[in-house]
């Protein structure tokens, strides 16, 4: 590969061939142009949209070049808080209800792990351009683009869907054979939604995905909502927050990198729910796509217990991109 985009980086933007013998060829401004506005023009695509900038390498060679090897522009996506990783929160950035945390600290993590509350807020966080710098080197092989690719990041120009399907046997009737007793095939979904804010919308439903996701937003987060409504979907939804794990989040240091923790009120205001998921991905070429379960508990305010729900038939989230969501911003 690298090669190729070598024998590519000489060559120049084509225009395209004239329609007759004896016309000319058509003009083509962008041939014109010098590197630097090309690539500034090619930055600006991509953090308008990084699904249309890495479709420019399919345009001419030169723009695979370009797409392939510019990593001025995979350093600025990758930084960015657009798609890269300064939107990424590694902490608990605010509480269930969505308000922000006071210097972006989670106290309870701390106390689950032991460590005293006021002592947390005097820790030093490690800066995250000094922990990007340390993974680029260590993990990266110094690529921007291998580390925008492969290091797990959550979407927000989306949501994420499980489709569960399970078999139940029915009610038979006495005077029925066993051998014909019907089989029920229940099938619901499971939608996470997650915001740059660090809150989550979550939401357990027989509805399919289509009537759903374009209501998967804050202000159809309350309990009012009409039957006779479109939102009504949105009746069972809960809200909460969510972290990634990984070096310097300066406090679980024994968590795998890119773990998703999320928390979320109940369907009763006693217990609060908290689910750990693994980034994964599912094609050939698209990465951190999948969330796979972890585990799955409650937690009983009032008696201060734990309990861990069975995973047996649930599935695992796949992200799908909703245009309606834009960026995600």
């Not at 953090?47 to 890495?54: L, R």
């Not at 460590?115 to 690529?143: C, G, M």
């Not at 979907?233 to 999320?262: C, F, N, T």
Request: net charge neutral; charged share 20%.
């Amino acid at each position: 590969m690298s090669e190729l985009l070598q024998e590519f980086s000489q060559l120049s933007i084509l225009s395209a061939p004239p329609p007759t013998e004896l016309s000319p060829p058509p003009p083509c401004p962008i041939a014109g142009l010098p590197e630097e506005i090309l690539v500034e023009i090619l930055e600006q695509v991509a953090v308008t949209d990084i699904a249309s900038y890495a479709r420019l390498a399919q345009v001419c060679k030169r723009f695979a070049y370009l797409v392939m090897t510019e990593e001025r522009i995979w350093k600025r996506i990758t930084l960015g808080h657009e798609v890269g990783f300064a939107a990424m929160h590694y902490r608990y950035a605010c509480d269930l209800e969505g308000s922000p945390y006071k210097n972006n600290i989670e106290n309870k993590d701390s106390a689950e792990e032991g460590i005293d509350s006021d002592a947390t807020a005097k820790l030093p966080l490690t800066e995250f351009s000094t922990t990007t710098e340390l993974l680029l080197r260590n993990v990266y092989a110094n690529s921007w683009r291998q580390m925008f690719r492969s290091r797990p990041r959550l979407r927000f120009n989306g949501c994420y869907i499980s489709t569960v399907n399970y078999t139940r046997p029915g009610a038979a009737s006495p005077t029925q054979l066993t051998w014909n007793s019907p089989v029920h095939i229940v099938t619901y979904y499971r939608y996470l939604r997650f915001f740059r804010d660090g809150t989550v919308i979550s939401l357990l439903t027989t509805t399919e995905p289509a009537e759903v996701v374009h209501h998967l937003i804050k202000d159809n987060l309350h309990r009012h909502h009409s039957g006779a409504l479109p939102s009504a979907v949105m009746k069972d939804a809960l809200k909460g927050h969510w972290r990634l794990s990984g070096p310097g989040d300066g406090v679980v240091s024994k968590e795998a990198e890119g773990d998703v923790h999320i928390e979320t009120e109940g369907v009763v205001p006693k217990y609060m729910w908290k689910m750990q998921f693994a980034l994964g991905s599912a094609g050939r070429g698209t990465r951190n796509n999948k969330l796979v379960w972890k585990g799955f508990w409650s937690y009983n305010k009032l008696t201060d217990d734990w309990g861990e729900f069975g995973l047996k038939n649930d599935r695992g989230y796949y992200w799908s991109r909703v245009k309606s969501y834009g960026n995600g911003l």
